[in-house]
């Protein structure tokens, strides 16, 4: 009976180290790798040549959807750097030793994070200006600004706890090393630790300002005329969905794929002890 059940368990572990081996699980990815990319490939075919009408794409790509996709980089290129130099210092502020600061820097991370950045923009647009008598407010054009504005304290926070995450990363004797050659703590910190926290950090940063990129699409309820109002544009006057959608996918991908480019390569610059391809 003993000999049986060990037997039966032997056979079991050696079929399962059978078919979990690296060929089997490399051939098994492969195969669902490929049939996914066969099905969306596919799919998007179809659409393109059964529903896109390519005398339609033609007529709005300009000015309608060059002006929006311009319109949406400018804001992307700003936002991404105030949110990125923002969002160090909040980080610096959660790993301060000072009460005050950290506890400021703590809240400002725990209200940004904790409500909905569309909820965040509807504040900033609607709720600034009420502060002025009707009419009086002196920014005319103010749905630029407030989305600017709504995008770098909402992406600050979270590049604030990637930064917060990178330094709690590095060793402690590193800023220990570093002030016992005499630098003062806020030399350590930018010559010592801050490199080494930026290459911790850099994935989720990256991450963070593609995000920030599809977070654009929230735009359009402070009426910014970004990528998804002209889509609803076109889509009203033509009642033709997919031809402004394929644009709308494209447009961003022009943005986020470069991005994403940029981010791996500066992620292999700060690899200093891996090999730079």
Do not use: C
């Not at 195969?31 to 659409?47: K, Y």
């Amino acid at each position: 009976m003993a000999e049986s059940y060990s037997e039966g368990r032997s056979t079991d572990d050696e079929f399962q180290e059978q078919f979990l081996n690296d060929k089997t699980l490399k051939f098994v990815g492969a195969a669902v790798a490929s049939v996914f990319t066969l099905v969306v490939g596919l799919f998007i075919g179809a659409i393109i040549f059964t529903q896109v009408d390519s005398e339609l794409f033609v007529e709005i790509i300009y000015p309608q959807f060059v002006d929006a996709f311009l319109r949406v980089l400018g804001i992307v290129l700003v936002g991404s750097l105030l949110s990125v130099t923002a969002g160090v210092i909040v980080g610096l502020g959660r790993v301060s030793k000072t009460k005050i600061t950290n506890t400021v820097a703590t809240g400002y991370v725990g209200f940004f994070r904790g409500t909905p950045l569309l909820f965040q923009l509807l504040v900033i647009f609607y709720g600034i200006p009420a502060f002025w008598p009707p009419g009086q407010f002196p920014l005319r054009n103010w749905a630029i600004p407030a989305a600017i504005i709504g995008l770098t304290l909402n992406h600050a926070a979270y590049v604030g706890e990637a930064v917060r995450g990178g330094i709690s990363a590095v060793p402690e004797g590193q800023m220990e090393a570093a002030r016992s050659l005499g630098m003062s703590y806020v030399q350590a910190m930018r010559e010592v630790v801050l490199p080494q926290a930026w290459r911790n950090a850099l994935a989720a940063i990256g991450n963070d300002q593609v995000i920030l990129v599809k977070d654009t699409s929230l735009l359009t309820v402070i009426a910014v005329p970004e990528l998804i109002s002209a889509f609803r544009n076109v889509n009203s006057a033509t009642f033709d969905p997919w031809t402004p959608i394929i644009l709308v996918a494209i447009a961003y991908l022009m943005i986020t794929i470069p991005l994403g480019k940029i981010v791996s390569h500066l992620e292999n610059r700060a690899d200093w002890g891996g090999d730079r391809r």
